[in-house]
């Protein structure tokens, strides 16, 4: 029989194995890729098979047999039973050993003290027994002999017992260590005839300790019988490999973190030893019911099934997680048919051996009657054919379930990386007895996950760190007003990692909000495509926007990764939109200032502009009132204001009445001036009415009226200087009263790269400091106004400089009329919540365009409006310019709490 069937069908029945060993296998010579391939190690499988009989002479046995021995077995002593006194038996003793190779076998025992012999006196009749020696690595099971003209007999009594007998003991060995059990068991039929066992027993040999009788070399007695001859079987010890050839993998080997992954790894069977397939993964059913017939035809079934025995362990320790063991999978075909065979009627008999007893998992035909029908492969010589005949199912299976020598199989391989990144290794081989499972073969556990065998396969796999893209809106506010802008557009981008891409959607919260255009992508960083343009504009015809009034609105952007992106930042993004529906001829009021302060030893009076800055030709008429008595409004013009024209802004004057008597002590006092307009003329509305204008009044200690105090002057009080220069201005304090305090030298207001210094930085009365300002070479050319302040103690005052910053080469003239004017405001400029929103607005002269910050972008350079909604106090920069220079105006938008707590940026 080849050995690659050595177990494979049960009718065969011919092993039982006992050993386990390790062997190096042979180096797999593959191509030079990635993946690599070691010698493994082979499974060397040891175990005792039937050997077959030898004989001495002409043995009918009606002296007997000794009895069958179990699996695992040897025979350790022998002898017989008889009447006759003369005999000489010689038995030759031996042992396990491990070969040089790995595997085990059977060493007879060659020296004189392995030549085990029992004489009495001589041979003198009948055939001498020589040579019941079984061949290499095998040993004697069981033995019997045959004789004429003798009985049964004991010393001393030649007729009892009446039967002769034959004599054999046993030993139990470790099928995985080959070594001899303890305990002795009695064989052969001596004891069931009645004798005394062992000191009825003649040519009684015995092996020594831990050995047993391979054979028997002589056997003979004397006259009183005459011996025909012997019989002697034995079993052999048999070894075969288990191994394994690694064939290919569909492993993925590019990886992304955190992520499952699915791949496939195949292996041959280069042993010598069958994989038996011992459960089911899956099946179809479909021939449950097949019934055998001569019309039945055939059946197909689909069976997926794999082997507890055989598993694909994994060998590293990197930071990726596989559950193993992984079993193999192999799909087979069932096909059920009919054939019309004889019936069997006799039992085929069942012998005590049964070194192996594969419980088959496929059947491989099926009697379609409860009766038993074939028996499956089993030998039926012997059996007798009735004159009876059925229809049985034949199954067979394409490819057979075991897999064979040359057969291969894949192994379903799932894994899932981590956070970790980087190339790393993962490393496979087989085992048998995988995961701690009990070996139907070996009926061995293995605790530490199985017996290794095959090739170790290395699969090195790289996990690269995850793309990352950041979504980014070039705006974040469209503004529009009827009879204005009604469009607008923004640059979708990607500002992400290099190579990262994603997909983008819009989405606008309101139906008079129009999407034009939104591309949506792939947008990828480091490409052409990492921007793309949004555009979208008001249906002014939709009846939502139709009433006069302010409409907020949001465009929603959202981005999606691309395959190999892991994550978009920043997404979703909101576009605000802005749409100002204006009444026709509509007004607007708006103040130049928010707030007037006041210092009992500095300033006690200011001004304000009362300004329209509604539609062209719109007017209104204006009336000021103060909340406190101490508070003085000394002109506040009637009007009208009318846009577009000179009296579109009027002046207000306003002051503290230091003698009054509310405000006579030290401390800190607040009222608020209330401008209010009314429509005149064909004007309908005004928009931002009423305005306030907080004041806010300190008294310090000794009173008002200036005493003890001083009064910063700066000259020249405006200066024109070109980006990348500077320039100077001088410093002086005049005191008043008795005040003779050091003062120190601040400025408040410049712009972004402008810097100053002065010398000295502390003055006195009288004296004088020089203030040098340094403009940066990025500093954007406009007209700035600043603060130059003093401070001594709780005294303090400012004067209000100019600074005119120009691109180089260009001069310009602040009196010169084609110059930027603007004005520039934010109403209400105090948000206290729940309410959310202020607008802002401006009118300009000159100028050839405007942008406001905070992500406001460009707007109408002559005149509009934007609506806001700041979560904190925050300043709104509107910087316009034209040919002749720039001018840059703040409006700050202050938020509170409900409880009065300013909101301040974090």
């Not at 080997?253 to 992520?259: D, Q």
């Not at 025995?309 to 069932?334: A, C, F, H, K």
């Not at 209000?800 to 003239?813: H, K, N, Q, R």
């Not at 707007?859 to 925050?874: E, I, K, Q």
């Amino acid at each position: 029989m080849p050995q690659n069937r050595f177990f494979e069908v049960l009718a065969e029945k011919k092993s039982a194995l006992v050993a386990v060993g390790c062997l190096f296998g042979v180096a797999l010579a593959l191509p030079s890729y990635a993946t690599t391939v070691s010698p493994g190690s082979s499974i060397v499988v040891s175990g005792e098979i039937e050997g077959g009989m030898v004989r001495s002479g002409s043995s009918g046995l009606r002296s007997g047999w000794t009895d069958f021995l179990p699996q695992n077995a040897v025979v350790v002593e022998i002898g017989y039973g008889s009447d006759d006194h003369d005999y000489n038996v010689q038995a030759r003793q031996g042992s396990f050993y491990r070969k040089s190779d790995g595997t085990w076998g059977v060493q007879a025992d060659t020296s004189a003290q392995g030549l085990k012999q029992a004489r009495n006196c001589c041979e003198e009749r009948g055939h001498i027994v020589t040579n019941l020696m079984p061949p290499t690595d095998s040993f004697l099971t069981r033995w019997g002999w045959d004789s004429s003209h003798t009985s049964g007999g004991r010393p001393g009594s030649d007729t009892s017992p009446s039967k002769v007998c034959v004599h054999a003991k046993y030993q139990l060995y470790d099928p995985a260590t080959f070594a001899l059990k303890p305990g002795e068991f009695e064989s052969g039929n001596c004891s069931s005839r009645g004798y005394q066992v062992p000191g009825w027993i003649r040519g009684l040999v015995r092996a020594d300790p831990g050995k047993f009788l391979i054979g028997v070399e002589h056997f003979g007695f004397g006259n009183d019988a005459k011996l025909r001859g012997a019989s002697l079987e034995y079993r052999t010890v048999k070894s075969s490999f288990i191994n394994a050839e690694y064939v290919s993998h569909s492993m993925p080997t590019t990886l992304a973190p955190n992520t499952s992954y699915t791949g496939q790894i195949t292996f041959r069977n280069s042993g010598d030893i069958d994989w038996i397939s011992d459960k089911v993964i899956f099946e179809t059913a479909n021939c449950a019911n097949y019934e055998a017939s001569s019309g039945a035809g055939e059946c197909h079934d689909t069976r997926v099934v794999g082997s507890s025995e055989y598993g694909l362990e994994r060998l590293d320790s990197s930071p990726v997680t596989v559950p193993t063991p992984v079993g193999y999978q192999r799909t087979i075909d069932i096909t059920y048919s009919s054939e019309y065979r004889e019936i069997a009627c006799d039992e085929v008999p069942v012998r005590d051996f049964d070194p192996i007893d594969f419980a088959p998992i496929f059947l491989e035909q099926k009697p379609s009657r409860s009766y038993a029908g074939l028996f499956r492969g089993i030998n039926l010589a012997g059996a007798q054919n009735c004159p009876l005949a059925e229809w049985v199912t034949v199954v067979s299976h394409s490819p057979f379930p075991t897999v064979r020598r040359g057969d291969s199989v894949t192994f379903p391989v799932s894994f899932t990386t981590t956070g970790a990144t980087g190339q790393m290794d993962l490393v496979f081989q087989l085992s048998r007895g995988s995961g701690g499972a009990t070996s139907g073969l070996l009926n061995v556990a293995y605790a530490n996950g199985g017996i290794p065998f095959g090739n170790v396969v290395t699969i090195p796999v790289t996990v690269v760190p995850p793309l990352s893209g950041t979504l980014e809106i070039s705006k974040q506010q469209f503004t529009f007003a009827s009879g204005g802008a009604t469009s607008d557009s923004a640059l979708i981008s990607n500002i992400g990692g290099p190579a990262s891409g994603f997909t983008v959607t819009c989405s606008a919260t309101e139906s008079w909000l129009v999407v034009d255009t939104c591309p949506p992508g792939p947008y990828v960083q480091g490409t052409a495509s990492e921007s793309q343009s949004l555009s979208a504009h008001v249906d002014t015809d939709s009846q939502t926007v139709s009433v006069p009034g302010s409409y907020g609105a949001q465009i929603r952007v959202d981005a999606t990764p691309v395959s190999g992106t892991a994550v978009v930042n920043s997404s979703p993004q909101f576009v605000n939109v802005s749409y100002i529906v204006s009444q026709a001829n509509a007004a607007s009021l708006d103040v130049s200032k928010q707030q007037f302060v006041f210092d009992s030893d500095g300033t006690t009076d200011d001004s304000a502009l009362i300004m329209n800055i509604g539609n062209p030709g719109s007017s209104f008429t204006a009336t000021c009132s103060a909340n406190e008595p101490w508070i003085i409004v000394d002109d506040c013009p009637a009007g009208p204001y009318v846009a577009g024209q000179s009296s579109e802004n009027q002046l207000l004057l306003a002051h503290a009445d230091v003698s009054h008597s509310q405000v006579a002590s030290a401390g800190s006092y607040s009222s608020q001036i209330t401008v209010a307009v009314t429509p005149a003329g064909p004007t309908q509305a005004v928009n931002g009415s009423p305005k306030i204008i907080d004041v806010l009044y300190t008294v310090s200690a000794g009173g008002g009226g200036g005493i003890s105090s001083f009064s910063l002057g700066v000259l020249p009080s405006s200066r024109t200087v070109e980006q990348g220069s500077s320039t100077s201005y001088a410093v002086t304090a005049a005191p008043s009263g008795n005040f003779s305090g050091a003062i120190t030298l601040g400025t408040a207001g410049l712009p972004l790269g402008v810097a100053t210094n002065f010398t000295p930085q502390t003055i006195h009365p009288d004296e004088s400091a020089t203030l040098d300002v340094s403009v940066a070479g990025f500093t954007a050319p406009a007209t700035y106004q600043f603060n130059v302040t003093g401070r001594s103690g709780s005294i303090g005052d400012s004067f209000l400089a100019e600074l005119i910053v120009t691109s180089p080469g260009l001069g310009v003239d602040p009196n010169d009329p084609g110059r930027v004017q603007c004005s520039f405001v934010a109403d209400p400029s105090i948000i206290v919540q729940p309410a959310t929103s202020s607008v802002l607005m401006w009118n300009c002269q000159n100028a050839s365009s405007c942008d406001i910050s905070q992500g406001l972008g460009g707007v109408d350079p002559a005149a509009g409006s934007a609506l806001v909604a700041p979560t904190s106090t925050t300043t709104y920069v509107l910087f316009c310019s034209n040919s002749a220079g720039s001018l840059s105006i703040p409006a700050e938008v202050q938020v509170f709490s409900s409880g009065r707590v300013e909101v301040t940026p974090r």
